[in-house]
DNA sequence: CACCATGTTCCTTG
DNA sequence: CCAAGGAACATGGT
């Protein structure tokens, strides 16, 4: 479920949750998403630490955690990767079939699940590096933003796909900034104009903010399966896919354009498929 | 069987 | 050294 406004409604669902929890037991089930931190290392560190707190960074959550043991606090770095949650789910409730990752917090565990385990839950911080500033953020200014738009041949849609730009813009935000901003996705990052990179700019910044709008008032109840995470684009089975609605070209080739009817396309860019208007988008 | 999927990293090529 | 393209990772849905 993730690009970065589905990170920041799990953050803040979960963050008020968390603290004065108490890490009892760590269960590694699938070892590569707490690489390159070992089973031992990731136990050592966790058994009996508290959680102090939770924030996000670009598509990335910061747990924070004090243990007992050690002076100073320390940090564990999560990410959804294409398919990851993390939920609480009480201890008496079966396990996904996917849980790569439990904690147990006394009467409840903390699951972190993720069926193609592309995810991550560990210790190295070094994801955090090369990010780019927070779209939502005062340090992704006008001139930021055209001055690394100017050094890059990328079509403007595989360009905003790179964190190191901008951290958090995944590939559904991408075509919905772009159509918003009516802008194609073939423009070469270099070749916008000043007036495009600043339409752009705020397009980034609306799409994220009304979908975490939208995210913030759906409840975000996770008891195990039943209960359909509602932030999951796909899956949605029966009444609860407004949140694909709202979505203006995202997954809708041959739909009509909703300003223009024209029929939305889709293309193949760097592997990924990008969604537009032909029409509106120049 | 084929192709598609919200992401990132690693390897190769130019 | 850098930018860009493609495969790989792993599992499931249609």
């Known amino acids: 479920m993730p690009e970065l406004p589905e990170v920041e409604v799990l953050v803040r669902f979960l963050a008020p949750l968390l603290p004065n929890k108490i ?12 690489a390159p931190t070992s089973i031992r290392k990731l136990k050592t560190s966790l058994l009996g630490a508290e959680f102090t707190g ?31 949650r993390m939920y609480l789910l009480p201890t008496r409730n079966a396990l996904p ?16 699940e993720d069926t193609r385990y592309f995810g991550r839950f560990t210790l190295d911080l070094s994801g955090l590096e ?74 980034i910044r609306e799409v994220l903010t009304e979908a975490i709008e939208c995210g913030s008032t759906t409840p975000l109840d996770y008891s195990g399966s039943e209960l ?28 009509s354009c909703v300003v223009c009817g024209n029929p939305i396309r889709r293309i193949v860019q760097a592997a990924r498929s990008t969604f537009y208007c032909r029409t509106c988008q120049r």
Do not use: W
């Not at 796909?234 to 709202?246: A, K, L, V």
């Not at 979505?247 to 080739?253: A, E, G, N, T």
């Open 130 to 203: 090369k990010l780019g500033p927070e779209p939502l953020g005062e340090e992704f200014s006008t001139d930021y933003f055209a001055h690394g738009l100017s050094k890059s041949r990328q079509p403007i849609k595989v360009k905003l796909l790179d964190q190191s730009l901008v951290a958090g813009v995944g590939n559904i935000y991408a075509s919905e900034a772009l159509f918003r901003a009516g802008i194609s996705p073939r423009l070469s990052a270099r070749r916008l104009n000043s007036s495009q990179v600043e339409r752009l700019r705020q397009s």
């Open 54 to 84: 939770l924030t996000r960074r670009g598509k990335f959550l910061l747990f924070n955690l004090q243990s007992p043991n050690r002076a100073e606090p320390f940090k564990l770095l999560g990410h959804l990767g294409m398919t990851g």
């Open 97 to 112: 079939k996917h849980a790569a990752v439990v904690l147990n917090l006394g009467d409840e565990n903390f699951i972190f």
């Open 228 to 255: 359909r995470d509602r932030l999951f684009y796909f899956g949605s089975s029966g009444t609860d896919n407004f949140y694909e609605e709202r979505l203006r070209v995202y997954d809708r080739q041959g739909q």
């Open 23 to 34: 890490v009892g037991d760590v269960d590694v089930r699938r070892a590569r998403v707490i």
